[in-house]
């Protein structure tokens, strides 16, 4: 009796650190959803109390995106320790556009709430709270400074909202496949019956 070659396939560990970054890249991609929403409408509503709880939401999730990418800093180190420890990357053009582009993602990830720190630091002390802790100041009260780290804060979250847009664009087909899941989700759970 012969027997018949058998396939095994492979299947990527759940824990593997690639699975986490993936994870936390979609825990940050919805946090800056919800900063970038929230920044705009708070931004254009008269000053009330309901502003302000604005606020303090827009700068707890700002918080927890620089936690988030220090987790993902850390993670990618990993990541890329594993991946590159027996040989170097091509560094081809494409390669490196990737690179760069990544690069200035995160130099702007970490820019962007540093920027909140300092507009919300320099207006007021002890203005910046993780859902109701405060957290100790990262520069002094300076009411000059105010006007800086408005325009500084404007800015960057605009170019790092551009830098996002890049990334969409040259990731179309990953962003493609993920709103067909999505579309196919939504509607097996509006039919359970199919």
């Known amino acids: 009796m012969s027997s018949l070659p058998t396939t095994v396939i492979k299947k990527p560990r759940l824990n593997s650190a690639f699975q986490r970054l993936m994870s936390v890249h979609w825990w940050m991609a919805g946090c800056y959803l919800i900063v970038f929403v929230v920044g705009t409408l708070m931004a254009q509503l008269p000053r009330t109390d309901f502003r302000n709880l604005l606020y303090d939401f827009h700068k707890s999730i700002g918080v927890l995106t620089m ?30 556009k990737n690179f760069a582009l990544h690069t200035l993602m995160y130099v702007l990830m970490w820019a962007v ?73 939504l509607k097996k759970n509006r039919n359970p019956s199919q």
């Open 67 to 96: 936690a988030l990418l220090t987790w993902r800093i850390l993670t990618l180190i990993q990541v890329m320790r594993k991946k590159y420890a027996r040989r170097l990357p091509k560094f081809s053009p494409q390669w490196l």
């Open 113 to 185: 709430p540093i920027a909140g720190f300092l507009l919300s630091n320099s207006y007021r002390p002890n203005n910046v709270k993780f859902f109701g802790l405060v957290l100790p100041e990262l520069f002094p009260q300076n009411e000059a400074m105010v006007d800086v780290g408005r325009a500084l804060h404007f800015w960057l979250a605009y170019t790092f909202l551009a830098f996002i847009t890049l990334h969409l664009m040259v990731q179309r087909n990953v962003v493609k496949a993920n709103l067909r899941r999505l579309k196919g989700f």
